[in-house]
């Protein structure tokens, strides 16, 4: 069974920083691209980052420069440091995995930010 636990998330003020992990199980991971999206309350899922099996990552153009994605592959585990914090990027943060192997999508349950005073 595949599992997708994020953790790291927390309240911040604006101007701070955090860093959030997923760590994966029940899949092989080197086969597997990683993502970390976002949901705000009323707002549809955003992609926030990803990192594909090589380590070639994308951003979305809100946290280019702040936010970085990055993997460990002997953990099983990927990470997003988060710099520079604005209250918009309060969010559910989701981890997603890609299975290549098989096509299928894997979601975490999600770890809440918060970025206010």
């Known amino acids: 069974q595949v599992q997708l636990v994020e953790s790291g998330g927390g309240l911040v003020q604006p101007g701070g920083s955090l860093r959030l992990s997923c760590t994966a199980s029940g899949i092989l991971f080197s086969f597997t691209a990683m993502g970390w999206y976002r949901q705000a309350p009323g707002k549809q899922r955003e992609l926030v980052a990803t990192i594909d099996r090589g380590g070639s990552t994308t951003y979305a153009s809100s946290v280019k420069g702040r936010f970085t994605i990055s993997r460990d592959n002997a953990k099983n585990m990927v990470y997003l440091q988060m710099s520079s914090l604005k209250p918009e990027d309060a969010a559910v943060y989701l981890c997603?995995?890609?299975?290549?192997?098989?096509?299928?999508?894997?979601w975490g349950q999600g770890t809440q930010v918060t970025v206010s005073l």
């Open positions: 997603n995995a890609k299975y290549t192997l098989t096509a299928s999508d894997y």
